[in-house]
T-cell receptor, first 114, second 114 residues
Framework: DQQVKQNSPSLSVQEGRISILNCDYT??????FLWYKKYPAEGPTFLIS?????DKNEDGRFTVFLNKSAKHLSLHIVPSQPGDSAVYFC?????????????FGKGTLLTVNP | GAGVSQTPSNKVTEKGKYVELRCDPI?????LYWYRQSLGQGPEFLIY????????DSGLPNDRFFAVRPEGSVSTLKIQRTERGDSAVYLC????????????FGPGTRLTVT
């Protein structure tokens, strides 16, 4: 049972344009969400996060939007750069569990073309 | 400062053998996690340590898997009687401790069971 779903295995965008990566979740107990970026042969790197009490969080070129009623979040990258090409994982956590373990989606491979 | 390190980076072993995978967390981080990432999947939670104790081992797939963190720093994931299905990348992550969602990952150990 996949509790965090990233339905697009891959996405290709042109340099300078917006990249939008989507994520859906099914567990209503999740109250914190994170995006990680992963290059080949490296571990995932934390990118940005959002608490369920917010609907938007912005950090430079990266913005995460959360729609709790739809159990949906998205990551916007503007403008996209070739160095952003990587696999992006959506992850969720439940503070009530007291262990802060992360549940990940399968990832979306983003390719930014020069 | 130094990030999370994992050794070895690659491990090839024969079916039925015993393996140990090591994780050195970021200095001062009290929380340590092990995840397993199979091909085409996101990381899946295995076990969580807060200090020296395994606070949640609900993700360990069976009793062939065991992990320790005797001094609250370095952790070792131990797999007995390895099977081909154990082949995956084993990721370790650490975080400052309670109340912190963001986890910092090491580069992983790629385990191949032949």
């Amino acid at each position: 049972d996949q509790q965090v779903k990233q339905n697009s295995p891959s996405l290709s965008v042109q340099e300078g344009r917006i990249s939008i990566l989507n994520c859906d979740y099914t567990n209503s107990m999740f109250d914190y969400f994170l995006w990680y970026k992963k290059y080949p042969a490296e571990g995932p790197t934390f990118l940005i996060s959002i608490s369920s009490i917010k609907d938007k969080n912005e950090d430079g070129r990266f913005t995460v939007f959360l729609n709790k009623s739809a159990k949906h979040l998205s990551l916007h990258i503007v403008p996209s750069q070739p160095g952003d090409s990587a696999v992006y994982f959506c992850a969720a956590s439940n503070s009530g569990g007291s262990n802060y373990k992360l549940t990940f989606g399968k990832g979306t491979l983003l390719t930014v073309n020069p | 400062g130094a990030g999370v390190s994992q050794t070895p980076s690659n491990k090839v072993t024969e079916k039925g053998k015993y393996v140990e995978l090591r994780c050195d967390p970021i200095s001062g981080h009290t929380a340590l996690y092990w995840y397993r990432q199979s091909l085409g999947q996101g990381p899946e939670f295995l076990i969580y340590f807060q200090g020296t104790g395994a606070a949640d081992d609900s993700g360990l797939p069976n009793d062939r898997f065991f992990a320790v963190r005797p001094e609250g720093s370095v952790s070792t994931l131990k797999i007995q009687r390895t099977e081909r299905g154990d082949s995956a990348v084993y990721l370790c992550a650490s975080s400052p401790g309670r109340g912190t969602y963001e986890q910092y990952f090491g580069p992983g150990t790629r385990l191949t069971v032949t």
